[in-house]
């Protein structure tokens, strides 16, 4: 039986207050599906968060560059369907 796709969440990073930034990107990582994605729209590239999602998470998820600067950096992070996390 086929499954409604979820639609993808985009957090739009620079519209939030500065000290719940990261809190709000791992809150949403935490909470999706396996397989499911989110986009991080933000205006310098976020790599220490990848970093992050690494020492909590492992390889329980992909980050992929849709947008690279030099103003906007787009990416989707998505929870990898073996995940248990």
């Not at 994605?37 to 992929?64: C, E, M, R």
């Amino acid at each position: 039986m086929p499954t409604e796709k979820q639609e993808e969440i985009i957090l739009n990073i620079p519209k939030v207050e500065p000290q719940q930034k990261h809190a709000l990107i791992f809150k949403v990582f935490e909470t999706q599906q396996p397989g499911a994605s989110f986009i991080i729209h933000n205006n310098h590239d976020p790599k220490p968060v990848f970093y992050q999602l690494q020492a909590l998470h492992g390889d329980t998820f992909s980050w992929d560059y849709l947008q690279q600067g030099p103003q906007w950096w787009d990416i989707r992070v998505s929870k990898n369907l073996e995940s248990s996390k």
